[in-house]
């Protein structure tokens, strides 16, 4: 079971790095979800407790950075 | 969707064209990359591959708007015959109170709304380095004519251009009406002692302030 601390949490920010450095070196539209994932050793069910798409990734990571 | 293919300058500049205005209209912590893909009909990625970050994107249209501005003073001042004296007054006067300009004061408006301290000041140094070599060359042909003494014309453009828009910016400086006026007042003469120009030759400069 995984504590979740609201937004902040450690597994949020993990993803939004991993598909920041995704989207970064290997573009967006190559970029899936498995393949984040699987570079950051969660499961993929966990991605979607954060975002309900890789595009709500890309949106938070493109606000954000 | 259509794939419509366009050349890379062009699609980028349409990307910042629609981001200039939804920065304006929404603010710019509102504007989400879908917005700017609704309005333009293009994929997100298509987004990202042009600007990696919003702040890229803001940078972006920041430099447009100040790049816009520039020419519009270059393409003015072209226009102008006379004394380097005379076109400096030119491009002061009618370079404000124009809708180009009204457009850039939203802009900054909005840039002091945001509390988007960090990117004012950016737009301000962008319209300074843009500007300034603008006013250089005038200086320079004023030292020609003999009117103008300075060996440095263009950090004295910077130097004149930074610290009038500076301290007469208001988001950064709350002054009052009276403060604001002393400060105009005062602008002639300190540009005079600047260029080594005569007394009452920058005195032009207090009709924009009274305009203002």
Redesign the interface.
Known sequence: MKVQIGNESIMYNEIKEAGCTL??SQ???ETSVADLVQKIHIREQDFYIYFRSI?EL??VV???? | MVRVVKKPEERKSEIIDVACQLFLSKGYDST???DVMRHLGI???T???YF????ELLEAVIDSVAEGEMMRLKELLDNIEGTALERLEHLILSGSNQDADDEHKELLDHLHQTSNAGMHIRLLAKVVTKQAPLYAELFRLGCKEGIFTTDHPLECAEFLLSGIQFLTDMGIYPWTEDQIERRWIAFPKLIESQLGAPAGSFSFLLKTSSAR
């Open positions: 989207f970064r573009g967006f539209e595009d890309l949106e493109w606000s954000e950075s | 989400t990359m879908k994929a997100k990625g987004i990202y591959h990696s970050s919003k702040e």
